[in-house]
């Protein structure tokens, strides 16, 4: 499948009917670079990553949906009784020329797979108002809306926004010492240089989805 033709603007399928479109599990390396251009964080790093879905026409790339782990460390107690029970949906993005319910068509087909392929439990998603984003696909997607996240900060470097979290990742060097990793060092060092910024955020708009 070519998901290098996919990365290009000028794919235009808003006459296609969404029946025509495929849906297929596929692997992070395939739509790292898709999910980069398309997606409003235009980034993957540091995503864990446990379902990668692909949606496909004519054998080119136009969406992808990555599901992971919570990234909010013991969030997932609030949903389920086990850690393993409970999945995030990551990312979501096609590109701009598709019909309308082509994401709500998608995340119902990734979330049939995950309920016939998986034990998931739980589906929990975020709709970031910093984004201009309210969940109206969620809604579509028959996800329940469970209230708002508490109000946050993001980081602005570079031209792009970042989690405050970048700056706490760690990685064990050769020695056994904890070390900050490269990128979250630069990124401190440029809010104490005044290259980068925190920028307060209000809530998220959460949802959550039961598979059982």
């Given at each position: 499948?070519?998901?290098?033709?996919?990365?290009?603007?000028?794919?235009?399928?808003?006459?296609?009917?969404?029946?025509?479109?495929?849906?297929?599990?596929?692997?992070?390396?395939?739509?790292?670079?898709?999910?980069?251009?398309?997606?409003?964080?235009?980034?993957?790093?540091?995503?864990?990553?446990?379902?990668?879905?692909?949606l496909?026409?004519?054998?080119?790339?136009?969406?992808?949906i990555i599901y992971?782990?919570?990234?909010?460390?013991n969030?997932?107690?609030?949903?389920?009784?086990?850690?393993?029970?409970?999945?995030?949906?990551?990312?979501?993005?096609?590109?701009d020329?598709t019909?309308?319910?082509?994401?709500?068509y998608?995340?119902?087909?990734?979330?049939?797979?995950?309920?016939k392929?998986?034990?998931?439990?739980?589906?929990?998603?975020?709709?970031?108002?910093?984004?201009?984003?309210e969940?109206?696909?969620?809604?579509?997607?028959?996800?329940?809306?469970?209230?708002?996240?508490?109000?946050?900060?993001?980081i602005?470097?570079?031209?792009?926004?970042?989690?405050?979290?970048?700056?706490r990742?760690?990685y064990?060097?050769?020695?056994g010492?904890k070390?900050?990793?490269?990128?979250a060092?630069?990124?401190?060092?440029?809010?104490?240089?005044?290259?980068?910024?925190?920028?307060?955020?209000?809530?998220?708009?959460?949802?959550?989805?039961?598979?059982?």
């Amino acid at each position: 499948m070519n998901y290098l033709e996919s990365l290009f603007e000028d794919l235009d399928y808003r006459q296609v009917s969404v029946k025509n479109f495929e849906v297929e599990p596929v692997t992070i390396q395939f739509v790292r670079n898709f999910v980069e251009k398309w997606h409003y964080s235009s980034n993957v790093n540091g995503l864990r990553v446990s379902n990668v879905f692909g949606l496909f026409y004519n054998n080119n790339l136009i969406g992808s949906i990555i599901y992971g782990p919570l990234g909010m460390a013991n969030t997932w107690k609030k949903y389920a009784e086990n850690e393993e029970d409970v999945i995030e949906l990551r990312r979501l993005c096609c590109i701009d020329n598709t019909p309308k319910n082509t994401e709500s068509y998608f995340i119902g087909n990734t979330l049939r797979w995950l309920k016939k392929n998986t034990s998931y439990k739980t589906v929990v998603s975020y709709a970031d108002t910093f984004h201009g984003h309210e969940g109206t696909i969620y809604k579509a997607s028959n996800f329940k809306h469970c209230g708002m996240t508490s109000k946050g900060r993001v980081i602005e470097y570079g031209g792009r926004i970042y989690h405050d979290k970048c700056i706490r990742t760690y990685y064990i060097d050769k020695n056994g010492n904890k070390e900050l990793k490269p990128f979250a060092k630069k990124v401190k060092n440029s809010l104490e240089n005044g290259e980068a910024k925190y920028i307060k955020t209000t809530g998220k708009h959460i949802y959550v989805y039961s598979l059982k």
